[in-house]
């Protein structure tokens, strides 16, 4: 079966997708004919995503809502159902950049990025297991390299997103009985959108340096896998060269040590002027 066989009538529900990787999952996605469940906190950037989509011809509709809260988790979940009569699939996406290093992260920066970026998805999957249980579903989490290891500078991210490698091992054997199948994206370095800015440890609101243009994986090529890895029912996904590298290299505690360092050199040099 291919994905356009798979996923036509499927409901989606992808948070965090009115910009960036979740917006290109939902027109991926969409594309293969599935009805899309947008999310984000932006009413703005909501619309403009819905508009895009409509105009592709797919069936999609947008819930505004914080899913680090969990009204908002319930909203959406809830919102999806009556607007769609069903759950399929639930990609959990929504999450912030946070970067630091420790002593420069103040305790409030954590609690923000934590509830972005874990309890997010776990208020999120908590409310759609009674649906997706009736349609034998999937739940995804897009996590990142910077989850599967302690990076330096990226603490409060690499923390807030190694948990959900905990949960997807959890649910996985928990769901089994339901035939849900629950799955993880480890994204590496992929291309943001122009206008993207990351929180530091202050809180304060930054932009990146440009990235080497060489070492990214497109944005439609990150929705692609995601697709594939929820038709294939499949577990694990690890994206990009350097997700690959990483997992080779740190087998071996000294190189792991000296790659470490580098990144910590680099560190002061990540935010635009």
Known sequence: MNNKAFYKGR????????????????????????????????????????????????NCLTVQADVSLIEGAKKLIEEAVIGFGKIDVVINNSGIAVHGLFTETEPTTWQKVIQSNTLSSIYTTYFAIPYLKSTHGSIVFISSIGGRAGLPGHGAYSFSKMPLTSLTQTLDVELHEDQIHVGIVYVGFTRNDPNKTITDGTGKT???????????????????????????????????????????FYQFPLIRRLIMKSMLKKYYNMYAD
């Open 11 to 58: 409901v989606v529900v992808i948070t965090g997708s009115s910009k960036g990787i979740g917006k290109a999952i939902a027109l991926k996605i969409g594309q293969y004919g599935a009805k899309v469940v947008l999310n984000g906190r932006s009413s703005e950037a909501l619309l403009s995503t819905e508009e895009e989509l409509k105009r592709a011809g797919i």
């Open 206 to 248: 930054k932009r990146l340096q440009p990235r080497n243009m060489n070492l990214l994986m497109e944005p439609e090529k990150v929705a692609e896998a995601v697709a594939n890895l929820i038709r294939k029912r499949k577990k694990k996904k690890v994206l990009t060269l350097i997700g690959h590298a990483q997992t080779f």
